[in-house]
């Protein structure tokens, strides 16, 4: 099952990034005194006692004029609505109980999920007397922190967990293999969603947006079990109305892509390649996916004999950090070549958990040094003495060498490649880290032994 997901919700300035930040390790939420900083939806993965979770640090509201705040209050509440497993209501113990907090209260009375009440800022044990006015939100259990002291978030953190549904990653991994469809709105993701579960299971519509969250469905296929997630099409920024709904949609969406076994980037074959298919393709690059590029609509375009080898180089070009990825051009209205994306989609899912033993492995390497020497930097030539991989999904590897600031791109790309040549590693992305030894570093192993 999915990771579950925690929304941090509330006013402006209540501590909500601090906490986020402090939880997570990073430092991907901004923090700063002016209200309305973090405009953008930020999430990353925490754990606590074992428990893995994904936690949501939305924006707090910018108050142009008293009548924004309801509004964006319930906005802000949607993305607990509409999204989360666990909702965290952010209050400030200096500020007391507002009239925005009931805003938020309202809203979140009607939920059927788990709502504590976090009051920041309580620093000191003088302040504890006063957080008894937030039990008058009536909305959850209330929990005292200081996310900025690291005071009280041992019990709030339990509180979570404890929270989390009964089946919340209880799957064996590897019973059930996760697709991820994404891609711009109107690219057809739904629609092929459809027609993999053979029912309407998705509203398809030509209006873009239809999808505004991400859409799990379990089916069998072939005797294999799978969970399909349809998720909502990502626009750019700049086509993002501020205030709307479709922000926390993308959140759900990208979500999606970093709890997915394989991702299926979809591209509508009429409109063509765009910098926004680069872009989210490029984020499923970097969240270390196996993929595989649909070209959808494809019996809409007029054809001839070069039209696929032109689209190929188009794609190609503009998705050249993901030229491992197989493509594949399919009609979801039809289902034409549905079943080659399957095999794709496969083929992409074991290579990405492909293992090469450290023997074969270096005598790969002996053959490609061989082939073509390692470049020189000022006289100094780089060695490299050996590798091992040291994981899979995605797979990773790494070269121990004299000096890794001799390692020139074009090298390591020549590696890479040779590699996904002599080992299949098609529809993944793979991993090369680099380990200096110094000049006395041992010669690479046998590899018979």
């Not at 929304?7 to 430092?27: E, H, L």
């Not at 074969?360 to 006289?379: H, I, M, Q, S, W």
């Not at 200096?436 to 690479?444: I, K, V």
């Amino acid at each position: 099952m999915a990771k579950p997901l925690v929304a941090i919700v509330g006013r402006p300035n209540v501590g909500k990034s601090t906490f986020f930040n402090k939880i997570t390790q990073t430092k991907s939420s901004i923090v700063d005194d002016r209200p309305g900083v973090t405009r953008d939806r930020i999430f990353e993965d925490a754990e606590w006692l074992g428990k893995n979770f994904t936690l949501v640090d939305t924006g707090g509201i910018e108050p142009e004029s008293e009548e924004v705040i309801p509004k964006q209050m319930r906005l802000q509440a949607q993305l607990a609505i509409d999204s989360a497993d666990v909702i965290l209501f952010f209050c400030d113990v200096k500020d007391g109980v507002v009239p925005a907090d009931y805003e938020v209260a309202e809203m979140l009375r009607k939920v059927s999920k788990p709502v504590f009440i976090v009051v920041n800022k309580v620093d000191n044990m003088k302040q504890m007397d006063d957080i008894y006015d937030f039990y008058a939100l009536g909305v959850g259990e209330l929990f005292a922190i200081s996310a900025e002291q690291s005071l009280g978030l041992g019990d709030l953190l339990d509180a979570i967990i404890e929270s989390f549904p009964d089946d919340a990653e209880t799957e064996a991994e590897g019973d059930r293999m996760k697709i991820a469809i994404v891609g711009k709105p109107n690219a057809g993701k739904s629609s092929l969603t459809n027609k993999i579960l053979g029912e309407e299971r998705v509203i398809v519509s030509n209006i873009p947006g239809t999808t505004r969250d991400s859409i799990n469905a379990d089916f069998e296929k072939n005797g294999q079990k799978y969970t399909i997630i349809d998720t909502a099409g990502i626009r750019r920024k700049s086509k993002i109305e501020d205030a709307s709904l479709e922000r926390y949609s993308v959140i759900r969406s990208f979500a999606a892509v970093r709890q997915a076994d394989v991702a299926v980037t979809m591209i509508d074959a009429v409109e063509g390649i765009s910098e926004q298919d680069a872009k989210i393709a490029g984020f499923v690059h970097d969240e270390g996916k196996p993929s595989v590029i649909a070209v959808n609509k494809w019996d809409a375009v007029e054809k001839d004999t070069y039209t696929t080898l032109e689209y190929d180089k188009k794609i190609r070009t503009s998705l050249s950090f993901m030229d491992y990825a197989d493509i594949v051009y399919i009609s979801a209205k039809t289902g034409q070549r549905v079943d080659k994306l399957f095999e794709l989609i496969h083929k992409a899912h074991e290579n990405n958990s492909r293992r090469i033993t450290t023997g074969l492995l270096n005598d790969f390497l002996r053959d490609a040094v061989y082939a073509v020497e390692p470049p020189t930097d000022k006289g100094r030539r780089l060695k490299i003495y050996y590798a091992t991989q040291i994981g899979i999904n995605p797979p990773t590897f790494v070269l121990f060498v004299n000096d890794d600031k001799l390692m020139h791109f074009s090298y390591l790309r020549y590696l890479e490649n040779s590699l996904r040549k002599t080992f299949d590693f098609g529809g993944t992305p793979i991993k090369i880290l680099l380990r200096a030894r110094g000049e006395s570093g041992a010669d690479m192993p046998d590899a018979k032994k």
